[in-house]
């Protein structure tokens, strides 16, 4: 199937046919062949027909023409990496976080609060992460992104440099408008990979809080330390919410340097979407709790030195 997004073509390599040969028994198939045929044939014709009109709004150039193999990537509930479903609130992990298939070591393990999960991460080599920012962004939206862009290399720099797509790049991060929430992969997963964002995406800090996802770092409050600094009310975590506050035992991506509340890569205190609950308290006193997660100051000294660490 072609997932038609402006100027980017994403392509799932289970197409039609090969879809409903692998799901259907092989003697259902040898008693109507030519119905079969048939039937797909039409399927195609409608399909084409339909999409027409979209490919003439897409640019048709072939070097702008990018392919995306996995659409795991842009349409994550279609598929749940890990077998358990306490993990996942419309097929992310975390609130924000996709995971590939195979970068989570420990899956399949009951769910457990204190169980750190095992995560395989990669960095990007020499810590240049090439961009392209689909047409499906606005204009005016695009500033934003450009916006946060040109912040994160000048604050991270000469660690990183987030740079313009060019021909040849194999492994690149897509900013496209999912219109299902925002989400992104942790680290270099290898190949595209995609920013998903919608009007709550758009605001000052928050892209720059999904890049330091794409960078490999995860967030503050899932440290394998964090039990010595926040007190956790699970009795308040809607079910589904829950992986927000697993644990991460990756160490040298996530629990690099001192635990910081102000980190651009905390949560708040009160649980997404319901600001009547607090999802965990503060261990240690002289800290604004309304100042606590998503990056009230931007990335901090803390958030930067972390990135130097990983990349240096």
């Known amino acids: ?19 409903y040969l692998r799901s259907t028994n092989s003697s259902q198939i040898s008693k109507a062949p030519g119905r079969l045929s048939r039937c797909i044939s039409l399927l195609c014709v409608v399909y084409y027909v339909c999409m027409g009109h979209i490919l003439s709004l897409a640019d048709q150039s072939s070097s702008n023409i990018l392919q995306i193999p996995n659409t795991d990537l842009v349409n994550p509930t279609q598929r749940k990496v890990i077998p358990y479903d306490l993990f996942f609130y419309n097929g992310i ?26 995560l395989a991460i990669n960095k990007w080599p020499n810590g240049v992460v090439p961009y392209y920012i689909s047409k499906t962004i606005e204009d005016n939206q695009t500033s934003v992104i450009n916006n946060e862009i040109e912040y994160t290399n000048r604050k991270l720099a000469p660690y990183i440099n987030f740079r313009p797509y060019q021909d040849g790049d194999e492994d690149y991060v897509l900013f496209f408008r999912g219109g299902s929430g925002c989400y992104t992969n942790l680290g270099r997963v290898g190949g595209p990979q995609v920013i998903s964002l919608d009007d709550l995406c758009l605001v000052k800090y928050f892209i720059t809080h999904e890049l330091q996802h794409v960078l490999g770092v995860g967030h503050v409050h899932n440290r394998i330390d964090r039990n010595e600094f926040i007190d956790l009310k699970i009795h308040n975590i809607n079910q589904a919410l829950k992986s927000q506050y697993e644990i991460y035992a990756s160490d040298a991506f996530v629990n690099t340097g001192p635990y910081e509340y102000y980190s651009l890569m905390h949560f708040p205190v009160k649980v997404p979407g319901f600001d009547d609950y607090y999802g965990f308290e503060l261990k240690q006193a002289g800290f604004n709790e309304s100042k606590v997660g998503f990056g009230a100051y931007g990335l901090t000294p803390t958030d930067v030195q972390r990135i130097k660490t990983l990349y240096s």
């Open 1 to 19: 199937m072609l997932h038609f997004v402006s100027d980017k073509i994403f392509y799932e390599s289970k197409v039609i046919q090969g879809n």
């Open 93 to 118: 992990f975390g609130g924000d976080i996709l995971f590939r298939p195979g970068q989570i070591l420990n899956e399949g393990e009951d769910f457990d609060f204190n169980v750190p999960l095992k």
